[in-house]
């Protein structure tokens, strides 16, 4: 039987973990905890690339074990980018409208001074 604190040793689970923090930091649109995450993740997947094929499997196991969790992440992200379009868009139209607005402003007669 494996100890709690093992379990959690195990790059799978870490990364399971990591997969959970990380949609719940994208849905509170916690970059600083992304990044942070992002980084665990690599670290992860340095440590099982260098581990025996026996953790590597261990680790894929896991991971598959953590399907749902990966399919939300996934669509929390498809929503994220979205958006991030719609906001693009939004800020585009805006430059567009201070643009016209100023050049309409700059071209204002003042009569026959």
């Given at each position: 039987m494996?100890?709690?604190?093992?379990e959690q040793?195990?790059p799978?689970?870490?990364?399971?973990?990591i997969v959970r923090?990380?949609?719940?930091?994208?849905i509170?649109?916690?970059?600083e905890?992304l990044?942070?995450?992002a980084?665990?993740?690599?670290?992860?997947n340095?440590?099982?690339q260098?581990?025996?094929?026996?953790?590597?499997l261990?680790?894929?196991a896991?991971?598959?074990?953590?399907?749902?969790?990966?399919r939300v992440?996934?669509?929390?992200?498809?929503?994220?980018r979205?958006n991030?379009?719609?906001f693009t868009?939004?800020?585009v139209i805006r430059l567009?409208?201070?643009a016209?607005?100023?050049?309409a402003?700059?071209?204002?007669?003042?009569?026959d001074?």
């Amino acid at each position: 039987m494996t100890i709690g604190w093992q379990e959690q040793l195990r790059p799978g689970v870490a990364l399971r973990e990591i997969v959970r923090q990380a949609t719940a930091a994208l849905i509170q649109m916690d970059s600083e905890r992304l990044e942070e995450l992002a980084r665990c993740c690599s670290d992860l997947n340095r440590e099982v690339q260098g581990s025996d094929s026996d953790t590597a499997l261990e680790a894929a196991a896991d991971m598959q074990a953590s399907e749902h969790d990966l399919r939300v992440l996934e669509r929390v992200l498809f929503e994220t980018r979205a958006n991030l379009n719609v906001f693009t868009r939004l800020h585009v139209i805006r430059l567009n409208e201070a643009a016209h607005l100023q050049a309409a402003e700059g071209k204002v007669s003042y009569g026959d001074n």
